[in-house]
């Protein structure tokens, strides 16, 4: 199958990428995740300094991650002189992250345009004011002459304005998301953070975070039909093919990785022909934008069917619904009266034996 796609005029043999982040911190880290089976790399951002990263700074949940680092702990001379030349022979493209102000992009795009195929410019430290991130597209893009990214921030409170001015400016595609926060996280049983950070906040990110990051794109991609690269929460072949659905035409992955291992990149990319067909998708640029338009489920009063071959009578639909309709004995009965048609027993039967509250519109 073809699992080729293509952001902005840049080829890539498939979608996965890794997201900006620790993995690429330098070139050692940088060839070990390329031959993993990446479609393309993606530097951790250079910006003009090197960061003064706190220590501790990544703690890890089954499904988030928080973290404290900033951008790279290396200042651009090593990317330069060691970094981005020792990657040159990777036969995949490379998309140079940086940040973050017009004075420091002026400074960093010229130095680092020879290394790279295009540019990803992260706008997570500079605000709300799309009018200085609008100013920093534009500045990229006429002294690049290569494709640049605006990557966005999930604070940022309109994404769609934020697409339309930076795509205005002269930007070729969008990057959505960063991490979200500021975020909490203190060890229940010690009370202390794992966060060397300042009031020890960190950014989340992570499988949480995809319905999140899936609404970002689904938004952007509804109103404006332009690059955009989903990030956010990918954990799974089936997360890629739901971003490529809703727009986007590669994606990124850094949290899953961290959590699971760095194999979860070839992982993914192994099975990501089976959750396309199963789906069925001829390819991946097949896939791209095809649930745009979301179908509602019908909101008619629906009382959940329960199939009695496939339930186990564990109680957990009786637990949980909140309008509590439910009695379980040796079998489920459902009191039409007191049922609202959530649906929420249906998504949570753990043996799938509740149909009926959901049905999706044709
Ligand atoms: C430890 C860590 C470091 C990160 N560093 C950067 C960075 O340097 N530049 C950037 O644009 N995003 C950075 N991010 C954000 C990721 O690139 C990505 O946008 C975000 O984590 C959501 O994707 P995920 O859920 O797959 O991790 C970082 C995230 C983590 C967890």
């Not at 035409?249 to 067909?277: D, H, P, W």
Request: hydrophobic share 40%; aromatic share 6%; net charge neutral.
């Amino acid at each position: 199958m073809d699992l080729s796609t293509d952001i902005a005029g840049m080829k890539i043999k498939n979608p996965l990428l890794p997201a900006a982040g620790p993995l690429t911190g330098d070139d050692v880290k940088m060839k070990y995740i390329a031959s993993l089976g990446v479609g393309a790399m993606v530097t951790k951002t250079i910006s003009t300094e090197a960061a003064k990263v706190p220590r501790p700074c990544i703690v890890a949940t089954n499904n988030y991650v928080v973290n404290a680092e900033l951008w790279s702990e290396y200042g651009p001379d090593k990317w330069i002189n060691e970094f981005l030349p020792n990657i040159q022979n990777l036969k995949i493209p490379k998309i140079i992250s940086i940040g973050y102000s017009k004075e420091q992009i002026e400074w960093l795009v010229p130095r680092l345009k020879d290394f790279g195929d295009a540019f990803e410019i992260s706008t997570h430290y500079v605000g709300k004011d799309l009018k200085p991130i609008a100013e920093v597209a534009k500045l990229a893009s006429k002294i690049s002459q290569k494709p640049v990214f605006m990557k966005i921030s999930p604070h940022m409170p309109d994404p769609v304005e934020f697409a339309k001015i930076v795509m205005d400016a002269g930007a070729d595609g969008i990057v959505a998301v960063n991490s979200l926060g500021p975020a909490y996280y203190v060890d229940p049983k010690t009370g202390i953070s794992p966060l060397g950070s300042e009031n020890r906040y960190g950014w989340i990110s992570g499988p949480v975070i995809k319905p999140l990051a899936l609404s970002i794109v689904q938004r952007i991609r509804q109103e404006l039909d332009i690059p955009i690269i989903g990030v956010g929460g990918i954990k799974s072949a089936e997360d890629i093919v739901e971003f490529l659905e809703v727009g986007a035409c590669a994606v990124g992955m850094l949290s899953s990785a961290l959590i699971f291992g760095k194999a979860q990149y070839t992982r993914v990319i192994n099975r990501l022909e089976s959750a396309l067909i199963s789906r069925g998708y001829v390819s991946v640029k097949d896939a791209v934008g095809k649930k745009l338009e979301v179908k509602h489920a019908r909101f008619d009063l629906n009382n959940p069917k329960v199939d009695p071959e496939k339930c186990t009578l564990c109680k957990l639909c009786e637990h949980v619904c909140p309008y509590f309709a439910i009695k379980v004995s040796d079998h489920v009965e459902v009191d039409p009266n007191a049922c609202f048609g959530c649906g929420l027993c249906e998504s949570r039967c753990p043996t799938k034996a509740i149909s009926g509250v959901l049905i999706n519109e044709l």
